[in-house]
């Protein structure tokens, strides 16, 4: 490799490939290419070394344990903002002034009703279905109900539907857990912030008056913010990659939504809860941690390890940070399973399995037991992460579309099938 070009022999060929610089970073190959010029794919499953696009939204130094949204550290903006202050720098790439911060409040709080038969569409799922498979629908069904913004090349109607998904996510997501409780729908009150809006929405009864605790607000906005990017991840991509083909944003986000519910991803809150509960206590944690480390064992520590970081995630720290916040609000001083958790990063933390392979616990693994604490079911853990990361999807979406360049996604393959054969008719095989 060599100044700005890298040069990749093969069969003889030589092929001269440019190196493009982000503004900090690994850089990259160009191998555009390389298939017109040698005739071969590159191979990567899983895209370990692959970057999908340019960005300018998030950026991850896994090895340092880093997170930055549009230049600024996760934990100053977690520290010092609130969760649609996070939204606004996702989408337009500066922190608002005042004036815009309330006008961005004034334009998503007006925006947090639903199409009233939207209600109605709830009523098709069964009472125990699990709220992702609700919100995959009823996110999906939104394109159904709000065609004034579903036409991708007016950039009006593109930014009336980011407004929307990001207003009315926790108006559905809220929908989907009273409707498996069997209670009524909350309307959205406009006079809350976001996020009290949305504990109100899960917790408040038609029959009593439901006073939203400013601490559990504080921090649930919190987790919001630990959630709302991060980079070229799983679901962020399937989100890209469907929007690729010019289809609606609504349609975008349920599949990221889809994408998102895997244990692998952002079920990984839900899967690390019930990790800790079948634990049961600290004098088990030796049991699974053998098992964890077994390769004849299927079994992982939930909320432990990460495809970016191989350091601590700088949003696990500062959720284990609001998990204690939480917990003393709540007066709940022995809760075992907080211990476990404890102990188990303790150990996890001090083993060579987990030092070598740089197993660090990831977000997932301290943000159940605070949801859990804040009276959220484990099956809702799932649909709060996509309820926050929605404005990283559409901040990503949007960044996709308006790009000059943008072409439809069509990764390519090693074929390993069987070769060009003849049909043989049904009577002679
Ligand atoms: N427990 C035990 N061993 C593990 C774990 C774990 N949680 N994670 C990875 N390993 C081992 C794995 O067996 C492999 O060992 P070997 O090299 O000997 O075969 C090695 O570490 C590398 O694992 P990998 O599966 O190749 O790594 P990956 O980058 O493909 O997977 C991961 C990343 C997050 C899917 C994985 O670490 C995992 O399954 N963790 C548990 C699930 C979890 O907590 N997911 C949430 C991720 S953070 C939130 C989000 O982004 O959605």
Partial sequence: MSGTTSQLSVDGKTVDMAIKTGSIGPSVIDIAKLYAQTGMFTYDPGFT????????????????GVLLHRGYPI?????????????YLLLYGELPTASQ???FDYRVTRHTMVHEQMARFFQGFRRDAHPMAVLVGSIGAMSAFYHDS????????????SMRLIAKMPTLAAMAYKYTIGQPFVYPLNSLDYTSNFLRMCFAVPAEEYKVNPVLSRALDRIFILHADHEQNASTSTVRLAGSSGANPFACIAAGTACLWGPAHGGANEAALKMLMEIGSVENIPKYIAKAKDKNDP???????????????????IMQKTTHEVLNELGIKDDPLLDVAIELERIALSDEYFIEKKLYPNI???????LKAM????TMFTALFALARTVGWIAQWKEMIEDPSQRIGRPRQLYTGAPQREY???GRR
């Fill in 49 to 64: 070394s692959t970057a999908s696009c340019e960005s300018e939204i998030t950026y991850i130094d896994g090895d340092a």
């Fill in 299 to 317: 079994f992982r520590l939930m909320g432990f390890g990460h495809r970016v970081y191989k350091n601590y995630d700088p949003r696990a720290k």
């Fill in 75 to 87: 934990e100053q903006l977690a520290e010092h903002g609130d969760f649609l202050e996070t939204c």
């Fill in 375 to 378: 009276g959220f079911p484990t």
């Fill in 101 to 103: 911060k309330a006008d």
């Fill in 364 to 370: 997932d693994f301290y943000s159940g037991i605070t």
């Fill in 424 to 426: 043989t008719p049904i």
């Fill in 150 to 161: 579903t036409d991708i090349s007016d950039p009006q109607q593109r930014m009336i539907a």
